[in-house]
């Protein structure tokens, strides 16, 4: 039986955040900007008459109607196919997991989170069952934007009481550092920066999970030289009692990171993370980097020292740094494999498997869908997340932490769910359908 449902017109304008930057490799594969292997047929319907026409959509901006009407969208995918998998045994995968709101709870903005418990848990079950590991507490679960300090202690610990095999790790942080602490008119003290994160690292030693390092706003603002970070990091990382994860965010996730490492210049800080690197190379295990270029990505994974791990938070150009090149690969720590799971999971079984062409085919359709995800505003990403969870039943509603689900359009939404059904990553299609025409309700669209 062929599925429809009458979708708003895509937005049609604007390129994926960082793309402005020519993020990707010179020769990209086809895997790198590729579109989905299959687009679905629109059929305009146009207001007071007038017949139907037909068009393909390769992706999000092409062919799109005039913004501010319904159009008929007949789902082609073919989802991947469900099964639990073992952990990859070529690569590391971690997806960064979101948290599902309490629907009756008051998750305004600004009030303190009330989660889902019994969700959230079962969303990490899921993960684990497809042989991705969790990176728990990351900027996917909004740290820092909605998530509070209370709520992410309960957090870790629940998940990682949970953990399979220790497949887990957590987001050390400065977080619990609020505006109100702050003294009038300036940054917290460098000595109160390094007290949270310690704080934070003991929760972490605590439950038993490898720390990442997250990138901190209190430290971007306390610092004043590359020196201010080594004093930091050089302590947090001879404290810690496994090897941890750095974590270098770009200013397209979080604006107030712009100048992390002490330089305006990414190459200058680049330096900086390398020579961190190199004199602690016992004690770090890998470097997690979102910086949405897939050629500065490369460049710093071939001056990391052997056995240093690059894992990339790149979620427009994952599967070619996954793949690797002829020197070296990533590693994988991502928001989108939240979204992208099954395929995730079948695309890593093809490359253990060595079969290459799989590995392409299944990745290929699920770009699009990531760069749409991770387009700007690029921090409201996790908006995509929690929303391709609800389509798939992982949640009951379409509701986040701080009231965050606003964070997308309707029209951007209708993308995602066109992009989402190219990718073969709505598994029960039937049941997305149903839960869009209820948003479509909501908001006031007769559909």
Not at 107 to 135: C, M, Q, Y
Not at 218 to 244: F, H, I, N
Request: glycine content about 12%; proline content about 5%.
């Amino acid at each position: 039986m062929t599925l429809e449902i009458l979708l708003p017109t895509g937005r049609g304008a604007g390129s994926p955040a960082g793309s402005a930057t020519g993020g990707g490799l010179e020769s990209r594969r086809a895997i790198g900007g590729g579109g989905a292997s299959a687009a679905g047929r629109l059929e305009s319907e146009r207001a007071g008459g007038g017949g139907p026409g037909e068009g393909r959509r390769d992706g999000v901006g092409g062919g799109a109607s005039a913004a501010g009407r319904l159009e008929t969208y007949r789902l082609v995918g073919t989802p991947v196919a469900r099964g639990n998998y073992a952990p990859a045994t070529r690569r590391l995968a971690f997806a960064a997991a979101h948290v599902v709101a309490d629907p009756l709870g008051d998750n305004s903005p600004g009030a303190p989170a009330v989660v889902d418990w019994e969700h959230t848990l079962e969303f990490r079950r899921h993960l684990w069952s497809l042989g991705l590991s969790v990176a728990e507490a990351m900027d996917t679960a909004q740290r820092g934007m909605g998530l509070d300090w209370a709520a992410t202690q309960e957090l870790i610990r629940r998940s990682a009481a949970e953990a399979p095999d220790g497949r887990i790790a957590v987001g050390v942080g400065t977080d619990q550092l609020t505006a109100a602490g702050r003294p009038t008119g300036g940054a917290h003290a460098l000595d109160a920066v390094i007290a949270a994160y310690e704080e934070q690292l003991g929760l972490a030693e605590e439950v038993g999970a490898q720390p990442i390092l997250m990138a901190s706003r209190a430290l971007c603002a306390a610092a004043e030289s590359p020196d201010d970070y080594r004093k930091v990091y050089d302590r947090l990382v001879g404290q810690s009692t496994r090897p941890v994860i750095l974590h270098w965010l770009g200013s397209m996730f979080d604006p107030a990171l712009d100048g992390y490492w002490g330089s305006d210049s990414l190459d200058t800080a680049a330096d900086v993370v390398v020579d961190l690197i190199a004199d602690n190379v016992t004690k770090v295990d890998g470097i997690k980097v979102s910086l949405l270029d897939a050629s500065r990505e490369v460049a710093l994974r071939n001056r990391l020292p052997e056995g240093v791990r690059l894992y990339t938070g790149d979620d427009f150009n994952y599967p070619e740094l996954i793949r690797g090149d002829d020197d070296r690969h990533s590693d994988a720590l991502l928001g989108i494999f939240a979204a992208i799971a099954p395929a995730a999971a079948a695309a890593l079984k093809a490359l253990d498997d060595g079969d290459l062409d799989t590995y392409d085919r299944v990745f290929a359709p699920t770009v699009p869908l990531a760069r749409q995800i991770f387009s700007a505003p690029t921090y409201y990403y996790k908006t995509g997340i929690a929303f391709l969870a609800w389509l798939n039943g992982h949640q009951p509603g379409f509701s986040m932490v701080g009231g965050l689900q606003t964070g997308r359009s309707l029209p951007h939404l209708a993308d995602t769910f066109r992009l989402a059904d190219q990718a073969g990553v709505l598994t029960n299609p039937e049941l997305a359908v149903q839960r869009f025409g209820q948003l479509l309700r909501v908001g006031g669209v007769d559909a």
